[in-house]
Nanobody, 123 residues
């Protein structure tokens, strides 16, 4: 059983930066495609970014406009989401997820999920 624990959320002003972390335990980290999703108040959950098991391939949602970067550290079993130039529209709960097999942007296709970390961006 894989456990995912997110951290690094908090409050930040517009144009500031935050780095989210997701620590994985209980599985072979390099075998999972790791993803970030988010859910804003009153909105459906949406895909943010994903990274392949080896870290060589990254996928991003179009809305990020190059502001976010996903990375992973296999030695630490951790995946990161560096968020720059934050906007109030980035306010959401951010979730980490892991999937075995082919890449998917669908929440329901993931095999494991974290509990989420709140990000609040003030204008």
């Amino acid at each position: 059983q894989v456990q995912l624990v997110e951290s690094g959320g908090g409050s930040a002003p517009t144009a500031d930066s935050l780095r989210l972390s997701c620590a994985a335990s209980g599985g072979t980290f390099s075998s999972y495609i790791m993803s970030w999703f988010r859910q804003a108040p009153g909105k459906t959950r949406e895909f943010v970014a994903a990274i392949s098991g080896g870290g060589s391939t990254r996928y991003y949602a179009d809305f990020m406009k190059g502001r976010f970067t996903i990375s992973r550290d296999t030695a630490k079993n951790t995946v990161y989401l560096q968020m720059n130039n934050l906007e109030p529209e980035d306010t959401a709960v951010y979730y980490c997820a892991a999937r075995v097999g082919r890449y998917s942007r669908n929440w329901d296709d993931q095999n494991y999920w974290g509990q989420g970390t709140q990000v609040t961006v003030s204008s």
